[in-house]
C-alpha cells in the first residue's frame, strides 16, 4: 500500500500526467541504481525472493522478470535485480536504430488498471545495445533480450533484419525473444503466419547453431499475440514445435478493448495495444490452451495482465513455467514482484512441484 498511496501518485504526475515522461524519469532513476554496485548488491539482497527454478535449462533465482519493453535500450539492467526480479527481458530491440512513432503515444487508463501504447519499437538499434551490455558488469540474473523488425525493412527482408540483431546480440544473451507479435510495427503479426514464421525461425535456428560453436546454443522463444484465434495459435504452436523453438512468451499487448470502464473510452480510443488488468483473464487463457495444446512440451513464459501475486499464481497455475510483469510493477509496484516469487515457491513447496522444465 505505501506504493500505491505515496510513489504512484508522484509518478502518475511526472510530466503532467504523460505517462512516457514518467517512465523516462524513472528509467533514469533506476540507471543511477544500476550503476550503484554497493547499493544495488544490499538491495538484491533484501528484495529477491529465494524460489529457484530451471527453465529450458537455464536457472533462474525466481520465476518472476520483467517483461520487455520496460528498458528497451538496456540502460538499467543492473536495478532488475535489485527490485527482486529472478530475470529481465530487455527490448525489443531492431536491427536499425530508430525512434518508434510519434508522441504521445502512450496512455494509462488509470481506473481501470490499463496501458495503451503504439510506441512502435524506438530503440538505440542492436549494434548500440551489444556495445552497452559489452560494457557494463554482471547482471545477477539471467538476461533476455527481445528482437524485433526495423519498421524501415519490408517484409520480404525481415529474415536478414532479425539475423543481423542475433548477430550483434546473441553473446550476451541468456536467451533470445522473438517478437513478431507487436501492433505497433505495420504488417509485423503477418510474421505470426505459419509459411513466414517457418522460414524466419529456421534461418535463427541456423545461425544460432553457427554462432554457438559447438556450445549449447541459446533458447529462442516466440512472443505470440493475444488475438489469435485457436486454429491460428495451434498452427503458430505447430511450427514453434517443429522449428525446435525453446519456448513461447504468451501474450504481447492487445487490441482489444475490452475491461476498459466507460469513463475511461478516451484512451480506449487511443490506436495502440494495450496491457494491464483487462488482459489478466485473455492472457491466461492463451497459456492455459498452449499448454493444453502442445502437451507441455513448450515451456511458456506467461506475461500480461498479472497485477498481484494471485494473477501469477493462476497463470502458474495455467501451465506457465516464468512469469513476467511490467504494468502490475507501475501499478502495484515492487512489492508485486517479491510477493509473486514467494506466493510461487509456498505453492510449489505445497504441491511438491519440480523445479525444472524443458
Not at 519493453?69 to 536499425?96: H, R, S
Not at 510483469?325 to 507501475?330: C, D, K, W
Amino acid at each position: 500500500m505505501l506504493y500505491q498511496n505515496l510513489a504512484r501518485p508522484v509518478l502518475f504526475r511526472i510530466g503532467r500526467g504523460d505517462a512516457e515522461r514518467a517512465h523516462d524519469v524513472t528509467l533514469r532513476w533506476l540507471t543511477r541504481l544500476s550503476e550503484q554496485r554497493q547499493v544495488r548488491n544490499a538491495l538484491i539482497k533484501l528484495n529477491r525472493a529465494s524460489a529457484p527454478v530451471t527453465v529450458c535449462g537455464i536457472p533462474f533465482p525466481n520465476p518472476v522478470g520483467l517483461a520487455a519493453g520496460l528498458d528497451k535500450n538496456g540502460i538499467a539492467v543492473g536495478a532488475w535485480p535489485a527490485l527482486g526480479f529472478g530475470f529481465a527481458e530487455i527490448g525489443t530491440v531492431t536491427a536499425q536504430a530508430q525512434p518508434g512513432n510519434p508522441q504521445p503515444r502512450m496512455f494509462r487508463a488509470k481506473q481501470s488498471q490499463a496501458i495503451v501504447n503504439r510506441m512502435g519499437f524506438n530503440n538505440d538499434g542492436a549494434q548500440a545495445l551489444a556495445a552497452r551490455l559489452a560494457a557494463v558488469p554482471a547482471v545477477d540474473c539471467p538476461l533476455g533480450i527481445s528482437i524485433g523488425k526495423s519498421k524501415a525493412v519490408p517484409l520480404e527482408g525481415a529474415i536478414d533484419d532479425y539475423l543481423t540483431s542475433l548477430r550483434f546480440l546473441y553473446p550476451f544473451a541468456d536467451y533470445i525473444a522473438i517478437n513478431v507479435s507487436s501492433p505497433n510495427t505495420p504488417g509485423l503479426r503477418q510474421l505470426q503466419d505459419a509459411g513466414a514464421l517457418r522460414a524466419l525461425l529456421g534461418a535463427l535456428r541456423a545461425e544460432g547453431t553457427r554462432l554457438a560453436a559447438g556450445r549449447p546454443t541459446r533458447p529462442i522463444l516466440v512472443k505470440i499475440a493475444p488475438d489469435l484465434t485457436e486454429p491460428a495459435l495451434a498452427q503458430l504452436l505447430e511450427v514453434c514445435l517443429d522449428s525446435g523453438v525453446a519456448g513461447v512468451i504468451a501474450t504481447n499487448t492487445t487490441l482489444g478493448r475490452d475491461g476498459i470502464i466507460p469513463a475511461e473510452d478516451a484512451v480506449a480510443a487511443e490506436p495502440g495495444g494495450m496491457s494491464g488488468k483487462p488482459l489478466t483473464q485473455v492472457s491466461r487463457e492463451i497459456v492455459r490452451f498452449v499448454h493444453r495444446e502442445t502437451n507441455g512440451r513448450l515451456p511458456i513464459i506467461g506475461s500480461g495482465g498479472i497485477m498481484t501475486p494471485d494473477d501469477a499464481q493462476a497463470m502458474f497455475d495455467a501451465g506457465a513455467s516464468l512469469v513476467q510483469i511490467y504494468s502490475g510493477l507501475i501499478y502495484n509496484g515492487p512489492g508485486v514482484v517479491r510477493g509473486s516469487a514467494r506466493r510461487y515457491l509456498k505453492t510449489a513447496r505445497s504441491h511438491h512441484r519440480p523445479a525444472t522444465y524443458a
